[in-house]
C-alpha cells in the first residue's frame, strides 16, 4: 500500500503519539493535534527525530469545537496534499461516583470523546470521500475501550461514552462503507498511560500494542474492513 496521509487526534502523548510514531516508522504523512501548545511541540520535536524525508505537522485543536476542528482539517489537507485516514484518538477520563459528577464535567466527557469523533470525522468527510474514489479506499478508526462493553464502578462517564462510541462506529461504517470509507473500532483494555487516574501497572497494555494494531487495521487490503479489535493483557493481574 502507498503511503497514506493520515490525522491522529490527541496525537501529542500517550496512545496518540505511539500511533504516530508507528505510522511513521512505516513511510505515512502524518499530522497531528492536541489542546497545549507545548505538548504538541513536544510531539512535533519528537516525530522529527526519526529520519524521515517526509516531516510530520500539526497544530492546536480542541474536538469539542467544530470550528477548530474545520481549521484543523482545512491545515491538515493543504499540508498532507490530502486525507485517506482519520485516527479519532483524542478523549479524556475521570472515576467518579455518579453523585459526584458535575454537569460541566459531563458535558466535558461527552464533548471530548463523543461529539469529537463526530465532529473530526464530520468535517474531514469530504476528504475522504475524495481519497477513497482517487485512491480506492479511506479509513476512519476510532479508539475505543473495553469499557465500551463492561461497565466499572465510578465509571458512569467514561463507560457511557465508550459505549456510545461502539454504537457510532457501526453505524458510520453501514453509513459511510458505500463511498469506499471503512470505519473501525480498536477498543483496548487499560493501558499504561495514566489516564483517568489509574497509576500505570506492570500487567497494563503499552501505548505501543494499541498503535501496532491501529497500524494493522489501516494497512489492511482495501478488500478487507476490520470492523472491531479488542486488546486484552495477556497477563491478568495478579
Not at 168 to 192: C, Y
Not at 208 to 218: E, G, K, R, S, W
Request: proline share 5%; aromatic share 6%; glycine share 10%.
Amino acid at each position: 500500500m502507498e503511503p497514506r496521509r493520515i490525522v491522529v487526534t490527541g496525537g501529542t502523548a500517550g496512545i496518540g503519539l505511539a500511533i504516530a510514531r508507528c505510522l511513521r516508522k512505516r513511510d505515512h504523512q502524518i499530522f497531528i493535534c492536541g489542546r497545549d501548545r507545548d505538548q504538541l511541540d513536544a510531539a512535533l520535536r519528537d516525530l522529527k527525530l526519526d529520519g524521515k524525508s517526509l516531516v510530520a505537522s500539526g497544530v492546536v485543536c480542541d474536538v469539542r469545537r467544530l470550528e477548530s476542528v474545520q481549521s484543523m482539517i482545512t491545515l491538515a489537507r493543504r499540508e498532507l496534499g490530502g486525507l485517506d485516514v482519520l485516527v479519532n484518538n483524542a478523549g479524556i477520563a475521570f472515576v467518579k461516583d455518579f453523585e459526584e459528577i458535575s454537569p460541566d464535567m459531563w458535558s466535558e466527557i461527552v464533548d471530548t470523546n463523543l461529539t469529537g469523533v463526530f465532529n473530526c470525522s464530520h468535517a474531514a468527510l469530504p476528504a475522504l470521500k475524495e481519497a477513497a474514489a482517487t485512491r480506492g479506499i479511506a479509513d476512519i478508526v476510532n479508539i475505543g475501550s473495553r469499557s465500551g462493553r463492561y461497565s466499572f464502578k465510578g465509571g458512569t462517564g467514561y463507560n457511557t461514552t465508550k459505549f456510545g462510541l461502539q454504537g457510532l462506529t457501526e453505524a458510520m461504517f453501514l453509513d459511510l462503507s458505500r463511498h469506499g470509507i471503512r470505519v473501525a473500532l480498536v477498543a483496548p483494555g487499560t493501558v499504561a498511560t495514566g489516564l483517568g487516574g489509574t497509576q500505570p501497572k506492570d500487567w497494563h497494555l503499552q501505548p505501543d500494542d494499541v498503535a501496532l494494531a491501529v497500524t494493522n487495521v489501516i494497512e489492511a487490503p482495501p478488500r478487507a474492513s476490520v470492523n472491531w479489535v479488542e486488546i486484552r493483557p495477556s497477563r491478568p493481574p495478579a
